[in-house]
């Protein structure tokens, strides 16, 4: 079956710094890709729309210029966190839209913890 | 916020028993999604029921839908200590891809 790869799985970074998530849809084209960050013993709460060659659609009360998304292919889309603080520590996870078909494959997640 | 919300939000049954998790949403949608995530990890997609749809079975899994009172329930029978794991409903927004997810239930099956 269609398969979404995050990378990295778990990372760890420094306040201040930034850090990269990427998503992948492995043996389909994702034209569309979501975002979405997970707290400990909460829901999944949407992030972000990313659009392949176009500027991501960022959700109501996210900070787009804290949460950079970059869709450059066709089969990758990226989530920069920028000057990651502690309170930024989380569960992203990512989805595709595969474009035959129609169908939502999430990613495996990416643990962010930032000391 | 569009969340739906689920109940109850945590459940604790002995092995054998009958588990059912309720989902409730608030706009019109396509679909349906139930999803298991286990501590920590990923999420695994269960079941989609589309909103012509009243209930769909996968195994030991029962879904319903009710469109007039926008909710949904997920039924999982006699259930083991390795169905433990939360478990949440996505909902996509009419007219997009984007799922919108519940609450989530915490299900807890004692051996």
């Known amino acids: 079956g269609a398969v979404v790869s995050q990378h990295p799985s778990w990372v760890i970074c420094k306040s201040g710094t930034s850090v990269k998530i990427e998503c992948r849809s492995l043996?389909?084209?994702?034209?569309?890709m979501f975002w979405y960050r997970q707290f400990p013993k909460q829901s999944l709460m949407l992030m972000a729309t990313?659009?392949?060659?176009?500027?991501?659609?960022?959700e109501q009360g996210v900070e787009k210029d804290k949460f950079l998304i970059n869709h450059a292919s066709l089969t990758l889309s990226t989530l920069t966190v920028t000057s990651a603080h502690p309170e930024d520590s989380s569960f992203y996870i990512c989805?595709?839209?595969?474009?035959?078909?129609?169908?939502?494959?999430f990613g495996e997640g990416s643990w962010l913890t930032v000391v | 916020s569009q969340q739906g919300e689920e109940d109850p939000q945590a459940l604790s049954i002995q092995e054998g028993e009958n588990a059912t998790m309720n989902c409730s949403y608030k706009?019109?949608?396509?679909?349906l999604q139930w999803y298991r995530q286990n501590s920590g990890r990923g999420l695994v997609h269960l079941i989609l029921?589309?909103?012509?749809?009243r209930e769909k079975h996968s195994g030991r899994l029962r879904v319903t839908l009710d469109t007039s009172k926008k909710s949904s329930s997920l039924l999982i029978t006699a259930s083991r200590a390795a169905d433990t794991a939360s478990y949440f409903c996505?909902?996509?927004?009419?007219?997009?891809?984007?799922?919108?997810f519940g609450t989530g239930t915490r299900l807890k099956v004692l051996a």
């Open positions: 706009t019109s949608i396509n679909n």
């Open positions: 043996d389909f084209q994702a034209t569309t």
């Open positions: 989805s595709a839209l595969r474009s035959s078909g129609n169908t939502i494959y």
């Open positions: 996505a909902t996509d927004v009419r007219g997009t891809y984007k799922y919108i």
């Open positions: 990313s659009n392949e060659g176009s500027k991501a659609t960022y």
């Open positions: 029921i589309r909103s012509n749809e």
